[in-house]
């Protein structure tokens, strides 16, 4: 019963929030210099139509202005712009006005979605084993060296790492891993790594302090005079209460990731949110742009209760209420 009163009110919150987030995005397009609502950021959105069928484009045209309710008060328009994006009715975009949005997201959505998660998974797979290396060879060269290395890491940043691995594979070292594309496990690859990069610092370095913090409880020390295998004990408490700190770090880390998928995927042309984002700016095709922004901080938002509820599960002193 607990369990169903925490989702209850963390996915009305999420709803909540969202929904302002909604209100503030319309009515930024509907205040800013030349408005979304404008007929002429619409035909320069939809400049290919209007050339081609000239008919065609004023029936879109008309669409999108009883769509967005253009007719009603201001109030009544941010409402169905609300309950239009909650209910996941998106309507068509300027680039492509006969083909709905929430086509071109159902394409996209599940290759930033793998990119992100393997990126983290893979920040989880290599991280931990480091972390704990880093922390049971403390204060030596090890140590030192895995510290400068995770740090490392989190200073570039993926876009950057993504084109030095463009040059490395695509330049210098030519058919290895492919540079560009998708469809194959091969050309997924490369952008994980970048994006992953930044997150196994970050893993490893949490990891390590909080290792180190659980090896010199009371508890620990207690357990090793009573004579206790020292790696049963490392294994079994120590990486356990560990692993508990780490999981409040997944979701900022997720987050970050989801984020950084823009960058990447413009350079390594992978069709997902990313590349929708970075040819709907340029177009001007504002509710390409905003439905695709909606759908990323939603799933940021979607993974940081994922988060809390294993976070729940695995330390059995957090009740979920």
């Known amino acids: 019963m607990g369990l169903l009163k925490f989702l209850g009110k963390r996915i009305v919150a999420l709803i909540v929030t969202i929904s302002l987030v909604l209100i503030v995005a319309y009515l930024l397009m509907y205040y800013s210099p030349g408005s979304f609502f404008n007929s002429t950021n619409i035909a320069a959105g939809m400049g290919q139509l209007r050339i081609q069928d000239p008919a065609l484009y004023q029936q879109f045209v008309k669409e999108f202005q009883s769509r967005y309710g253009l007719d009603q008060p201001l109030w009544q328009q941010v409402l169905k712009y609300v309950w239009h994006s909650l209910t996941f009715n998106f309507g068509n975009s300027f680039q492509n006005p006969s083909v ?8 996209a959505l599940p290759i930033s979605a793998l990119l992100a998660v393997g990126s983290v998974l893979l920040s989880i797979i290599v991280g931990i084993p480091l972390g704990v290396l880093a922390a049971l060879k403390r204060n030596t060269w090890i140590d030192s060296t895995l510290t400068t290395l995770s740090m490392t890491g989190q200073a570039i940043p993926s876009y950057v790492l993504a084109v030095l691995l463009v040059l490395l594979f695509g330049v210098w070292v030519q058919g290895i891993l492919p540079v560009n594309g998708w469809g194959t496990l091969g050309e997924a690859i490369l952008p994980i790594i970048a994006l992953s990069a930044a997150n196994i610092g970050v893993v490893t370095r949490y990891m390590r302090g909080s290792l180190v ?12 005079a009573k004579g206790v295998r020292y790696w049963p004990l490392v294994i079994r408490h120590g990486m356990r209460n560990s692993l508990t700190a780490l999981i409040t770090v997944v979701g900022p880390t997720f987050a970050f990731t989801v984020v950084s998928t823009v960058w990447v995927e413009q350079i390594f042309s992978i069709p997902g949110i990313g590349n929708l984002l970075s040819t709907a700016f340029p177009a001007k095709d504002v509710p390409l742009s905003i439905t695709s922004v909606y759908i990323l901080c939603l799933m940021v938002m979607g993974m940081n209760l994922v988060v809390d509820l294993l976070y729940g599960l695995i330390d059995p002193r957090v009740q979920l209420e």
Do not use: D, F, M, V
């Open 213 to 224: 913090e659980g090896l010199r409880q009371e508890y620990i020390r207690t357990a090793q």
């Open 100 to 107: 709905p949005i929430s086509s071109q997201l159902s394409k």
